[in-house]
């Protein structure tokens, strides 16, 4: 399939794997990759630049084809060390980066002077502008579906993407709720030109995360997510869990007084408990919606098969044939 993004990206299929925190390594963005999709490898799971390096140099030995790096700008006092990280973007010869959360204005200069493609993920129509104006490549529009932070808007993606195809100019990709053929031809139908997903990837045999959390997005349905950390304005969707509903019973009883404080028993490092050692109940994960359509754990490459003869399918057979 040929769209913007896969020109954009230089990739066979309109498909990225969005960036995770301790699941976007180098086996699980060499996988995506060579299945034909975009592979991304999650910047800060690798606690300095030097990491990094060896992460791009590691994924490098896996595939031959394009793959990127994500870099989210948190909000934080006490900075990680961006030029570092990026240096190690432009040393490993890395031609893509999916930035996410604060605005990466102060970043394209320097990757737009090595020829790197930004997509800037964002979750309302105006910071998909904001990413428009100040040069990014493309964006990923994240629905209020997705897994991770949906922003504050609460905006699904039935008119989040037909309201940004209706501002933007530069290419888009669906992400939130992405999981199959179906989600590919109705992104496309709305206006993307292709799909992110997230939590798909987790139940995939190459993503290096534990078991049981693969098992658990294949027992979750589509009520299984919660919003946490709204009180904070820094809204994240997560798989509910033991550690959730503490942290919900703690925003409900101290409501406004509510402080980071209060709930980084529940939030803080919680990564490496939940995804390396499958301590489900260590605190809250990011987890999409879409964990109700996803049923198996298949390969990449299966995967990534499935849903491009799926969509073939669908094009060519149910809406031609609607179409009459
Ligand atoms: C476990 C997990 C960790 C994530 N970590 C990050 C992250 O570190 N940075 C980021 O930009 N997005 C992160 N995301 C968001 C994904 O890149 C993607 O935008 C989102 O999962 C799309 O929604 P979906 O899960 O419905 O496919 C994370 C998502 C999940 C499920």
Redesign the pocket.
């Known amino acids: 399939m040929k769209t913007r993004i896969t020109e954009l990206f230089g990739i066979q299929h309109p498909i990225i794997?969005?960036?995770?925190?301790?699941?976007?390594l180098a086996e699980l963005a060499a996988a995506v990759s060579n299945a034909g999709g975009l592979g991304?490898i999650?910047g800060?799971?690798q606690k300095t630049p030097e990491l990094l390096a060896k992460e791009i140099a590691r994924c490098r030995e896996m595939t031959d084809k394009p793959f990127g790096v994500?870099?989210?700008f948190l909000p934080t006092v006490s900075s990680p060390d961006y030029p570092g990280y990026i240096q190690a973007i432009i040393d490993g010869g890395v031609k893509a980066v999916?930035?996410?959360?604060n605005n990466p204005q102060k970043w394209m200069p320097l990757l737009k002077e090595h020829g790197i493609k930004v997509i800037h993920?964002c979750t309302s129509v105006r910071h998909a502008l904001k990413a428009e104006a100040i040069g990014c490549d493309a964006v990923?529009v994240?629905?209020f579906?997705?897994?991770?932070?949906?922003g504050e808007d609460d905006i699904p993606n039935f008119i989040l993407l037909p309201r940004a195809a209706e501002e933007l100019k530069i290419p888009f990709v669906a992400?939130?709720?992405?999981?199959d053929g179906r989600s590919l031809v109705a992104a496309l139908a709305l206006g993307a030109e292709g799909m992110?997903?997230?939590?798909?990837?987790?139940a995939t045999k190459e993503a290096p995360v534990h078991e049981n959390?693969k098992k658990a997005i294949v027992a979750a349905s589509e009520l299984d997510t919660r919003l946490v950390m709204r009180p904070l304005r820094n809204t994240e969707?997560v798989l509910n869990n033991a550690a959730v509903e503490r942290l919900l019973e703690k925003e409900k009883s101290l409501g406004a007084n509510l402080k980071f404080e209060d709930i980084i028993e529940e939030v803080a490092g919680v990564?490496p408990r939940?995804?390396q050692s499958g301590d489900m109940d260590a605190g809250a994960?990011?987890?999409?919606?879409?964990?109700g359509l996803i049923h198996d754990v298949p390969s990449c490459q299966e995967l990534i098969d499935r849903i491009m003869g799926e969509a073939d399918q669908l094009i060519r057979q149910r809406l031609a044939g609607m179409a009459g």
């Open positions: 794997q969005g960036g995770m925190h301790y699941v976007g991304i999650t800060l799971t994500n870099l989210t999916e930035t996410a959360g993920k990923s994240d629905g579906e997705c897994g991770g932070h949906p992400s939130g709720g992405m999981a992110n997903m997230g939590t798909r990837f987790i959390v969707r990564y939940i995804m994960w990011s987890c999409g919606m879409v964990a």
